[in-house]
């Protein structure tokens, strides 16, 4: 038979593959010899790579550059730093409160992944291996959440936190914990759902034998559930941490300068000149960077759950 033909040899403990050329002889099998065709050529695939990767580092090497270089400079639209400053590093946190904007987003973002990924779990354990009246409506109620924008519920928000305080006398607007059960109303709903899809890929098996072992529905939950759902968790909590992260628009009507989040500081920082003539455009690029470092940090540490959280489960 003409053509190439291709035979798989099994050895002690790995697979190889080798190819048979037309005269019977045979040839080392290629790195990117794989049994699917490529739908691009190898060099138009590998300038399309590069072209994505030259989009994306292109302006974060900008802002890098830009941080260590200065405001004149940057005005000037210089690329390549003509001098590297680290005072733009140390001038932040003097010209705007960028630390207790930091510790402010820390914590409320912070209490934000943690408790929603504790209700999701739980709650997506309930809906998902229990039957009752009103769970399929339940979980449409989820996903027809996550269509309404956040701009549509910013004045009723913000009008049955102002009525609440005016009937108990608690002030919520203005405070952190007002802010944290804010970012906990959005992100609940997408937590659950997200932990939903993922309990759902998990086998019944092992819970159902640790029924005949007598185990009850809570032990199984933090015994058997829980160990087993740590993917999907992280995943629930990142995405939790970073609505309240990036968030601009609630934190700018629900803060005062006291309680701001690093998001509202950063927008004060765009608006603020310095000599009232060249906007601090290093000082800018540099508290950019900072503020990313949190969220670089939290994805590098759990990369591993990430990829698992976000290919798993099923919807049905």
Not at 14 to 35: M, V, W
Not at 251 to 273: D, E, F, K, W
Not at 276 to 303: D, E, K, N, R, T
Request: aromatic share 10%.
């Amino acid at each position: 038979m003409s053509g190439y033909s291709t035979t798989r040899t099994r050895p002690t403990a790995t697979l190889t593959e080798s190819i048979t050329a037309p005269g019977g002889g045979r040839r080392p099998k290629r790195p990117y010899d794989t049994d699917v065709t490529r739908l691009l050529p190898r060099w138009l695939l590998v300038t399309v790579i590069a072209v994505i990767v030259a989009f994306i580092a292109v302006p974060v090497l900008y802002i890098v550059f830009g941080s260590v270089n200065s405001d004149v400079a940057v005005a000037r639209g210089e690329y390549f730093p003509s001098e590297f400053t680290l005072a733009n590093y140390t001038d932040i946190w003097s010209t705007v409160a960028l630390g207790q904007g930091l510790v402010n987003s820390i914590l409320t973002a912070g209490a934000v992944a943690v408790c929603s990924a504790a209700l999701a779990v739980s709650t997506a354990y309930v809906l998902v291996r229990f039957r009752f009246l009103g769970r399929l409506t339940f979980l449409r109620g989820l996903l027809a959440l996550q269509s309404i924008p956040g701009t549509l519920l910013l004045l009723p928000v913000f009008v049955v936190f102002a009525n609440i305080a005016s009937a108990t006398g608690v002030q919520i607007i203005g405070t952190r914990w007002g802010l944290f059960v804010t970012y906990l109303t959005f992100a609940l709903p997408f937590s659950t759902w997200v932990m939903v899809t993922y309990l759902r890929g998990l086998p019944k098996e092992l819970e159902e034998a640790a029924r005949i072992d007598g185990a009850s529905s809570t032990g199984i939950l933090t015994k058997i559930v829980l160990p087993l759902s740590w993917p999907g968790i992280v995943v629930s909590a990142i995405f939790a941490f970073l609505l309240g992260w990036n968030d601009v628009l609630f934190s700018t009507i629900m803060t005062t300068p006291n309680t701001r989040t690093v998001a509202v500081v950063l927008q004060v920082l765009g608006t603020t000149q310095e000599g009232g003539a060249v906007p601090i455009y290093g000082q800018m690029m540099a508290a950019s960077i900072v503020c990313a470092l949190p969220v670089v940090a939290l994805y590098l540490i759990f990369q591993r759950y990430l990829v698992g959280g976000l290919t798993a489960g099923s919807v049905k």
